[in-house]
């Protein structure tokens, strides 16, 4: 009986050879994204050697008919020097914005940490260490500007800035204005075509 079985799947497996090719064609656009975009954050954490990963997270996106940003936000350990990692290979279309601010966008004072533009199918990095100077200049400039405070509590606020580190950041992916497309199919009729886009953002921290 075992041998009746086992022949009948020979006979199968002969007539088709292609089986496995055939599984991978018949994948749907949607499970070739996922299967990219797992490729996508494997090498964005990869960039991040020889920092320790902390976590990753991807951000999906749709293109609309005005410029609009998602902000995103994640919280760091004071004292480590993190790595944040971008991967922009998921973004085929009209490339998009980066701005790092040491508070969310409902703070009219808050501070641009670090900004790039035209991101799109592309990897970079860039280090907290770059942006706490950035913070502590920004924070020393406003203190000279403020006249009113005695010179105690002057250099009780500059030794606070001297100290000063960051418990949060919050990265804002500016999403361009893009012309709203459409197609039309074997039938005339007219639907609208929706344009997506992922960036990948994985973190380190150098534990040293």
């Given at each position: 009986m075992i041998g009746k079985y086992l022949l009948l799947f020979l006979i199968t497996f002969n007539i088709n050879p292609n089986f496995e090719a055939q599984k991978v064609a018949e994948l749907t656009p949607y499970q070739e994204r996922l299967i990219q975009l797992k490729d996508f954050r494997k090498n964005c954490r990869i960039a991040l050697r020889p920092f320790r990963y902390d976590g990753s997270l991807?951000?999906?996106?749709?293109?609309k008919e005005f410029d609009?940003?998602?902000?995103?936000?994640?919280?760091?350990i004071q004292n480590e020097n993190y790595r944040l990692s971008f991967n922009s290979m998921g973004i085929s279309n009209e490339?998009?914005?980066?701005?790092?601010?040491?508070?969310?966008?409902?703070?009219?004072?808050?501070?641009l940490l670090y900004e790039t533009s035209d991101?799109?199918?592309?990897?970079?990095t860039t280090e907290t260490n770059e942006m706490i100077?950035?913070?502590?200049?920004?924070k020393s400039e406003e203190l000279a500007k403020n006249m009113d405070i005695s010179y105690t509590e002057r250099t009780y606020q500059q030794k606070i800035i001297e100290n000063i580190r960051l418990k949060k950041l919050y990265i804002n992916?500016?999403?361009?204005?893009?012309?709203?497309?459409?197609r039309i199919d074997e039938e005339g009729n007219e639907s609208r075509v929706i344009t997506k886009g992922s960036i990948i953002l994985a973190v380190g921290y150098n534990n040293i």
């Open positions: 991807t951000t999906h996106f749709t293109y609009y940003a998602k902000e995103v936000e994640i919280a760091t490339p998009i914005i980066i701005k790092i601010y040491d508070k969310p966008k409902k703070y009219k004072n808050r501070v991101v799109a199918g592309n990897e970079f100077e950035k913070l502590k200049k920004a992916y500016i999403i361009p204005y893009t012309e709203r497309g459409y």
